[in-house]
């Protein structure tokens, strides 16, 4: 499995972008693929999840109301849509996929990940 994220840049607060993460490889039935970001001299933080059959999703608190994410089944490709930003959403944001049904937050829980893309929320 490889995963190709994009999408990242420079915004200003309360400006938006769109995030994507591209799938490759064999099929992701019962697959997770997640979101996870690192601001600088911190740990990788959880930000969303999304199954990949049914496509229920789970965000952390901080991007509730916020952030959505969606998938394209057929192009294998995970969207993260960010809107409302702010400075605190800056930081590298990775996408990852395991394998299972059972919703995980921790990056441990991931087996593959993608090279991730700067966010950046400045004025």
């Known amino acids: 499995v490889q995963l190709q994220a994009s999408g990242g840049g420079l915004v200003q607060p309360g400006g938006s972008l769109r995030l994507s993460c591209a799938a490759s490889g064999r099929s992701f039935s019962n697959h997770q693929m997640a979101w996870f970001r690192q601001a600088p001299g911190k740990e990788r933080d959880f930000v969303a999840s999304?199954?990949?059959?049914?496509?229920?999703?789970k965000l952390a608190d901080s991007v509730k109301g916020r952030f959505s994410l969606t998938k394209d089944s057929a192009k294998k490709t995970m969207y993260l849509q960010m809107n409302s930003l702010k400075p605190e959403d800056t930081g590298v944001y990775y996408c990852?996929?395991?394998?299972?049904?059972?919703?995980?937050?921790?990056?441990?829980?991931?087996?593959?990940w993608g090279q991730g893309t700067l966010v950046t929320v400045s004025s």
């Open positions: 999304i199954k990949w059959d049914g496509g229920s999703t």
């Open positions: 990852a996929a395991r394998y299972g049904s059972i919703t995980r937050s921790y990056p441990t829980d991931y087996s593959y």
